[in-house]
């Protein structure tokens, strides 16, 4: 029997009116032949409720605890939603995560996943059970206490299902329609996109696409599941949403698939660091142990055995950076004139798979930016992506010039 | 090491500054030299709103599923307790039910406990551990479900754990501060009792006062577990609340420890019923079947192979009953001339072990109420308990005048 695994997403269960919508959207892959995995979060508010409660009994709190009461807002989504797919005559069930059980690591809080074995769940689609509802999120340690998955944890255990129990595969329901070429809110002319490759979707949601967490796709690639973003408020239509999947099935792949933006990121120069083997080293080893992001890293041409270094951190790890900087220097491990750190820039992004063939992107890229008068501050280039940093006032006019440019509202 | 099991109710957890307020009890004990169990019950009005969902969901719902979301109530609890009392820097840890495992049956709703094995609590004592919190009110079925233990299944989990774990006491929590000579709402002069024998609680639990479920007393009595009832709103005393306990452990027993009654009975009569060998198997076979509890029966002396059957039983049962016998009469099984119903009479009964060595009791009961012109319909007696049906006008009146004929208000 084909497999489907099937997520929804906080909203998605957030009163018994959804549950039934979305038992209804199960229900018709059950009717369309396919034994389903239904992975559930908590219905919206319950987990932030319970957070809550712990935050406020005990600040530092052991994180053992902290699971045990946390996940416990899954277990209820997933025992209604059990029981609505029922009252539809589809023989489901609930599954917590201790009853399939699935095996993590002792990391409390951010646990991950170790083992998911198949015959418990097996055995009951065996016996007719058509249904599996598996409250997401949650797993057990090998000392047998809860554990929780941390952010994106939902979308982590659909994507591991899918993988464990080889499922045609993973719909990942929420409350945007699918993955789109740049942010509606800032560019009219966004689009959504039918189709994108793993790799470019990661680029996607590490730079601030907020629809799959990184996790769930990294997991995705690894396990060459085809993930399908896409909304539970509008009904199911042949090709909804947008499917996340390998490159090989992406017949025409586009040289530019979506424009990416960070809003609050920082640019900091040292000034005449003297260079020497090793600096990298001494400088970003403390940024490093002091927590700080660092994501661009720009060294100047050296003049006189000294140069510039300029990277790029969120706006808030701005003082800690200085901090860590200035303890170097005072401890003597690095020299440098002067720190001087710009926090009114943002980060544009273009992805695209196609960019391994097409030569002259970043030339089109940085051409486009020019005809807007916008200067640009810092350039880093991947296989698939080209970032730049610029002024944070241009953000809007930067991603609809590059989506222009690249002429993403063509995109299908 | 000894050890306590304290249980605490839904209104002694229904927030954050209750639970401290009990945990606050819970430290007092372990400061006193004792390892603990703790039995936490979900925060009140949590259970509620969980059963409504579920019932909504679904009318005639799935047991199992009702059990699998019903119980996370109380892992909640279980978890923001064991953390409040790390706070105060007492090692605890929760426990949920599949976790202890505390075995039941598969009597999914009303499930019924089959073993509480030690090993992994008493492990964890081994390591430091002083108080475990276990979720009440669950367990596992065989089949590796969540199973819930019914009404009063708190208290009952609570007993349980004090039996399989030897516990010196098991103190129940609760909004009253202990059990009393009768129901201070309709008698000012009643007492609060410091100690009851099992077999008067029972008596007085079934009876309708509703400090402790009839099942946790029973199987305290079985396994001989001492009870303290106590308020969880007022400051521990020596000898606060009311223990339960076995007979022996009661000095001087009182020929009557306490006056109950149960408002809404009714008496019904079949009037002229042929006095047959089996007539009443006829009767009460049918009853029985209809779901009718029927508590008194009298059976009037046979005149000329005729006789009259009296029988109560609650008030909303009244139609069932009638309709039972009035289909086993079609049915030619039995034979009466009328059925008469009096749905407005009541039931008063006076409770003690003492009465087992004491003659008069009833003498002195009937005299009582005689001189306040009351009525009896109907007497039933057992080893330790005399009660009367008489109408429901003079309930208050009843209870009154035997408190004052035992002298109720002088028991300490």
């Known amino acids: 029997m084909p497999l489907l695994v ?29 034994d389903v995995i239904v992975i559930v979060s908590a219905m919206s508010g319950k987990t932030n409720e319970l957070v809550g409660w712990v935050g406020e009994t005990s600040p530092f709190y052991d994180a ?20 609505t797919l029922q009252e539809m005559d589809v023989p489901a ?36 059970m058509k249904v599996a509802v598996v409250a997401g999120f949650q797993g057990i340690s090998p000392e047998g206490r809860i554990t929780t998955l941390g952010r994106g944890g939902s979308d982590t255990t659909a994507v591991a ?19 789109y070429t740049t942010d509606p809110r ?8 039918n189709r994108i490759a793993f790799e470019e979707m990661l680029e996607l949601a590490s730079l601030g696409a907020k629809v799959l967490q990184t996790r769930s796709v990294e997991l995705a690639m690894r396990y060459n599941v085809r993930l399908r973003v896409l909304s539970s408020f509008e009904d199911q239509t042949e090709g909804a949403g947008t499917l996340v999947c390998a490159e ?63 990277f790029s951190c969120p706006v808030d790890q701005v003082a800690r950076a200085e901090k860590a900087m200035k303890d170097a220097r005072d401890r003597g491990e690095i020299n440098f004139h002067d720190l001087v750190a710009d926090t009114a820039v943002c ?14 992107v970043a030339a089109r890229m940085f051409r486009a930016l020019a005809e807007e008068g916008i200067n640009i501050k810092v350039i880093t280039t991947s296989e698939i992506k080209i970032s730049v940093l610029v002024d944070r006032k241009y953000m809007e006019l930067a991603v609809q010039a590059l989506h222009d440019a690249f002429e993403l509202e063509k995109v299908a």
């Open 161 to 179: 299902f899918a993988a464990a129990f080889e499922a045609e595969r993973c719909d990942i329901y929420t409350d945007v329609d699918g993955v």
């Open 347 to 360: 980060k544009i992004s273009v992805v695209g798979i196609g960019m391994r063939s097409h030569a002259g």
């Open 93 to 128: 069930r609930s599954w917590q995560g201790w009853q399939v059980p699935l095996r993590t690591s002792s990391a409390h809080g951010a646990a991950r996943i170790e083992e998911i074995p198949r015959t418990n769940i097996d055995a009951k689609f065996a016996e007719g």
């Open 6 to 34: 099937m997520k929804f997403g906080g909203t998605s269960v957030a009163d018994l009116a959804r549950i039934r919508n979305a038992a209804e959207k199960v229900r018709r892959e059950v009717a369309n032949g396919y």
């Open 64 to 83: 053992r605890e902290y699971d045990a009461v946390v996940s416990s807002g899954e277990n209820v989504t997933a025992g209604l939603m059990a029981l």
């Open 186 to 193: 800032i560019c009219d002319q966004a689009r959504k996109l």
């Open 248 to 310: 090989e099935e992406i017949m025409e792949s586009k040289v530019v698939s979506g424009v990416a933006y960070s809003r609050d990121e920082a640019e900091v120069t040292l000034v005449s660091v003297a260079d020497r083997p090793g600096i990298a080293a001494a400088i970003f080893g403390p940024l490093a142990d002091a927590g700080v992001n660092v994501d661009m890293i720009v060294q100047n041409i050296s003049e006189e055995g000294r140069t510039d270094m300029t």
